[in-house]
């Protein structure tokens, strides 16, 4: 049986939505990142990368990397269309998966990291507004991207789908408003009433049981 290693909220929530809208047996192992467990021996011999996602695959494999796994996922429920499997279709997805990973991720992440990358107070308050200018034109892209659509992709889920929920969540934290962004407001209230989503957070302590 796979077992996904997951931080409550971090980026590999978005493997555990996917898990449970593909409907596949697992199981998971929720981590702290103030434990320290992802530093320890037994940690490290399963992922030196020393974080989260990664998921032992049940045949003495494992694999890590939220794209990867998202990926590897989808392929796993075939029938439930979770991500193209060829053609244009599956390039325009992995375009779709790279700018959240790049865009995304990497520029909302920075934030959460600020005091420790800018220690003094006024530089850092030009650093986040920096940060939050940079990310402007990009929440602007996808934000018309949506026009229209249910998802990402057009009017089904896909594995992009929650990975771009998780991201786009941790705006609350770190003074980023989206409220502006009238289709990325209603993508992600769509994605939230999802079970699946509804599954994976409540598991992972996010939602009320």
């Known amino acids: 049986m796979i077992k996904l290693y997951t931080a409550a909220g971090a980026c590999s929530t978005a493997c555990h939505i996917a898990l449970q809208e593909a409907g596949v047996p697992f199981e998971t192992q929720i981590v702290t990142f103030d434990s320290g467990w992802l530093e320890t021996p037994e940690a490290l011999a399963i992922n030196p990368k020393g974080a989260v996602p990664f998921i032992a695959l049940g045949n003495g494999q494992y694999l890590n990397e939220g794209s990867a796994i ?41 934030l959460f990291i600020s005091e420790v990358l800018v220690p003094d107070a006024a530089s850092r308050t030009h650093y986040r507004a920096t940060a939050h200018g940079l990310l402007a034109p990009k929440l602007e892209y996808l934000n018309q991207s949506l026009e229209g659509k249910n998802f990402i992709l057009g009017q089904n889920f896909s594995v992009i789908d929650a990975y771009l929920f998780i991201v786009l969540s941790w705006a609350q934290y770190v003074d980023l408003d989206l409220s502006k962004y009238k289709n990325i407001v209603s993508f992600q209230a769509r994605v939230l009433e999802r079970p699946s989503t509804q599954r994976a957070m409540k598991a992972e302590g996010l939602l009320g049981v």
């Open 70 to 110: 998202l990926q590897y996922v989808a392929e796993l429920a075939p029938e439930k269309n979770l991500f193209p499997s060829k053609g244009i279709e599956r390039f325009k997805a992995i375009e779709w998966l790279n700018f959240t990973a790049t865009e995304l991720h990497n520029g909302i992440g920075v």
